[in-house]
């Protein structure tokens, strides 16, 4: 069992920033890697970054270059560092950890934390 909760969400204007974090708790050992989504009303949830066991990363197209995805040395917590924030990037950001036990995947969420993004 991982438990995730997200903070760091909230308002803020075009152009600016935010920082979103993750706090995983639990089996972290298994944790292979871990996500941002996101989910805009109306629309279905998109992945938005991923961060790999070996810290590997990959972006969505609309976020590169103005996120960032990192994790802390202790794996037990992962930041999303939002810079340039667009209108667009208005969502419900929600942190996920895809658990692997004897290649056995199991996907956690957190509750998820909404940004907002003013024009």
């Known amino acids: 069992q991982v438990n995730l909760v997200e903070s760091g969400g909230g308002l803020v204007q075009a152009g600016g920033s935010l920082t979103l974090s993750c706090a995983a708790s639990g089996n972290i050992r298994c944790i292979d890697a871990m996500n941002w989504y996101r989910q805009a009303p109306g629309k279905q949830r998109d992945l938005v970054a991923t961060i790999t066991r070996g810290s590997s990363t990959n972006y969505a197209d609309s976020v590169k270059g103005r996120f960032t995805i990192s994790r802390n040395d202790a794996g037990n917590t992962m930041y999303l560092q939002m810079n340039s924030l667009k209108p667009e990037d208005t969502a419900v950001y929600y942190c996920?950890?895809?658990?692997?036990?004897?290649?056995?995947?199991?996907?956690?969420w957190g509750q998820g934390t909404q940004v907002t993004v003013s024009s």
């Open positions: 996920n950890a895809v658990c692997n036990i004897r290649f056995a995947f199991t996907n956690y």
